[in-house]
Structures are given as structure tokens and as C-alpha cells.
T-cell receptor, first 114, second 112 residues
Framework: NAGVTQTPKFRVLKTGQSMTLLCAQD?????MYWYRQDPGMGLRLIHY???????AKGEVPDGYNVSRLKKQNFLLGLESAAPSQTSVYFC?????????????FGPGTRLTVT | RKEVEQDPGPFNVPEGATVAFNCTYS??????FFWYRQDCRKEPKLLMS???SGNEDGRFTAQLNRASQYISLLIRDSKLSDSATYLC?????????????FGKGTMLLVSP
């Protein structure tokens, strides 16, 4: 099993450009998440999904859109990139099991917006 | 008060030392607690869950104090490979059990 994979691993964008980050998981997990991690800020939740066809806003959703058309994939879109979106983006997935569950993370995408 | 607070460190300790980290959380309704480990430029990985009765996994011991709303992680006999950032993680119950809130992490540096 590959676990959680993210594409691409690195990307440089110019202000105003758009792009889509792809997250895929092969663990049949129901829940998927997109986080961003900035120095001194920790991991912050952007959007998440509790099942195919559903999405919900997290702590910092502005400037991002997401789609979960297939259970195994969760896409994060930046319609008009801004320098403030320079960050490391992590995708994660989990399978709810009672009150305690683990989130499995992908290796991250390092995005620079100039 | 921030949802999850941790001392950012770094904690510099020699090999073999015992080190402890604390973390406080603000939402008394929180039900699930975890410690994650994150190596430099890598993704976070679950280290251990934290149960009300406390739990131990080898050299690692985690404790929960609900009355004071803090979680602790104790590492005994530190190894060089323990050098990493340790993230305190809480389920805030804002959206059921589906989301987690991560602390900013405590950096540990173990030296020879």
C-alpha cells in the first residue's frame, strides 16, 4: 500500500496563477483533510471531507476550494495564488473508529508563490 | 487562550536523559488526545494516543489531566533518533470526532 500520496511535491507559482494539488489514499478511508503548515503557526486545517461528495471548511479556507468526487481522492485548488499561500501543504486521511482515530499524512507539497 | 498550547523549545538534552513536555488545551469538551512526532521537513506521524488512565509505550509515557486540562509526554533514556518536533493534538469536538487541532509543537534536540 502506498498510503497517502500527494502530487506534486514542489511547485513555484506566480501571483495570480492557479493550480490543483492532488491527494490520493489507498486505505479506503472515509475522512480526508488538507492542512497548511507555516513556520511558527503549526498545522492549520483548510478544508476536510467526511465522505465522497462532501466537503467542509476548516480554520483557514479562504482562497482555496476542494472537491471529493471519488473516495480515494481529495483535490485542493488555488484559483488565484497569492504570496500568502506560500506554505507546505499536507493531506491526511483517517478512518473513524469510536472516539480515537489516527490521521495518516502524505509527504507534503512545498508551494512557493512569487 | 489558544486551543492547544505548547512550549516551542528547543529542549536540548544529552543522550540518556529523561525529558518531559506539557501541553494545555482550552476546550473542556475535548475527548481524544494524541502525541504526534514530526521530523524535519517530513509529515507528522502518530506517536501515541493519550488515555485517561495514562499509557506507556516503551520509553514513552503519556498522561492526561482533565481537571487541569493538560497532557504530558515523558521520554526516558533519550536517543539521538528522538530528535524531532512533538505535536500535541486534541479532538476539539467542534465537528464531532472528524477533526483534530494541532499544537505548534515542541522541538527536542538530543545530543551525543
Amino acid at each position: 500500500n502506498a498510503g497517502v500520496t500527494q502530487t506534486p511535491k514542489f511547485r513555484v507559482l506566480k501571483t495570480g496563477q492557479s493550480m490543483t494539488l492532488l491527494c490520493a489514499q489507498d486505505m479506503n478511508h472515509e475522512y480526508m483533510y488538507w492542512y497548511r503548515q507555516d513556520p511558527g503557526m503549526g498545522l492549520r486545517l483548510i478544508h476536510y471531507s467526511v465522505g465522497e461528495g462532501t466537503t467542509a471548511k476548516g480554520e483557514v479556507p479562504d482562497g482555496y476550494n476542494v472537491s471529493r468526487l471519488k473516495k480515494q481522492n481529495f483535490l485542493l485548488g488555488l484559483e488565484s495564488a497569492a504570496p500568502s499561500q506560500t506554505s507546505v501543504y499536507f493531506c491526511a486521511s483517517s478512518k473513524p473508529s469510536g472516539m480515537s482515530y489516527e490521521q495518516y499524512f502524505g509527504p507534503g507539497t512545498r508551494l512557493t508563490v512569487t | 487562550r489558544k486551543e492547544v498550547e505548547q512550549d516551542p523549545g528547543p529542549f536540548n538534552v544529552p543522550e540518556g536523559a529523561t525529558v518531559a513536555f506539557n501541553c494545555t488545551y482550552s476546550n473542556s469538551a475535548s475527548q481524544s488526545f494524541f502525541w504526534y512526532r514530526q521530523d524535519c521537513r517530513k509529515e507528522p506521524k502518530l506517536l501515541m494516543s493519550v488515555y485517561s488512565s495514562g499509557n506507556e509505550d516503551g520509553r514513552f509515557t503519556a498522561q492526561l489531566n482533565r481537571a487541569s486540562q493538560y497532557i504530558s509526554l515523558l521520554i526516558r533514556d533519550s536517543k539521538l533518533s528522538d530528535s524531532a518536533t512533538y505535536l500535541c493534538v486534541v479532538n476539539p469536538m467542534n465537528s464531532g470526532y472528524s477533526t483534530l487541532t494541532f499544537g505548534k509543537g515542541t522541538m527536542l534536540l538530543v545530543s551525543p
